[in-house]
């Protein structure tokens, strides 16, 4: 079965400083992955996402993500925080056993301190 | 273009009544899904409706039940409310058979039960 993790519950940084969300999947066959975000009281915000290609992919708001198909990551990266980027962090997974749906990760609290 | 839109925004209902969200889809999608998301959980799948037709259904009882228009808006019925179904209500629309394209979500409806 399809699934996802995100080992931390909440990433703390300082501003400026390089941040990562960890993101870690198993599928059967090739994975569609994708990263959301989340502010307080909103739905969610498509961040970017990895189908074929280049393992580094750049989204949204200065976001990217390092695909690593051996240790079956995805890693939300970005090189320097802002305080804005505070949000909730999610992962997910294309289900290609389950009509596609999005099979998602628990979530991840980025706090940025300033 | 128009993005996703939901109503109403917030809703108090009590235990063992019924509900009805409601959400239009942003124009062009032909594909509507509804999550559940518990505070401090990820979005759970409840299903999705693809051309007015149910093609894909997460682990909900049968009281929750949807409807999708021909203009591809979509509604989602709870019957029998039970007081852990106190959640924010999530739909996203997106283009059906383009495994690569994101969901657009709406700001949600927040459902408490009394």
């Known amino acids: 079965a399809q699934s996802v993790a995100q080992p931390e519950d909440q990433v703390n940084v300082a501003e400026g400083n390089p941040l990562t969300v960890k993101c870690t999947y198993s599928?059967?066959?090739?994975?569609?992955l994708f990263w959301y975000v989340q502010y307080p009281n909103r739905g969610l915000q498509f961040l970017l996402k990895y189908i074929t290609g280049d393992n580094l992919v750049k989204g949204s708001y200065g976001f990217e993500a390092e695909f690593n198909k051996s240790q079956t990551s995805f890693h939300l990266k970005k090189p320097s925080a802002l305080v804005s980027d505070s949000a909730l962090y999610f992962c997910?997974?294309?289900?290609?056993?389950?009509?596609?749906?999005?099979?998602w990760g628990a979530g991840t609290k980025l706090i940025i301190k300033p | 273009e128009t993005g996703v839109t939901q109503s109403p925004t917030h809703l108090i209902k009590t235990r063992g009544q019924q509900v009805t969200l409601r959400c239009s889809s942003q124009s062009g999608h032909n594909t509507v899904s509804w999550y559940q998301q518990a505070l401090g959980q990820g979005p759970q799948f409840i299903f999705q409706y693809y051309r007015e037709e149910e093609n894909g259904r997460g682990n909900f009882p049968p009281r929750f039940s949807g409807l999708q228009f021909p203009n591809y808006s979509s509604e989602l019925n709870v019957n029998a409310l039970e007081l852990d179904d106190s959640a924010l209500y999530l739909c996203a629309s997106s283009l059906g058979g383009d495994y690569n394209s994101p969901l657009h979500f709406g700001n949600g409806t927040r459902l408490t039960v009394t």
């Open positions: 997910a997974v294309r289900d290609i056993g389950s009509n596609y749906q999005l099979i």
């Open positions: 599928v059967s066959g090739n994975p569609y």
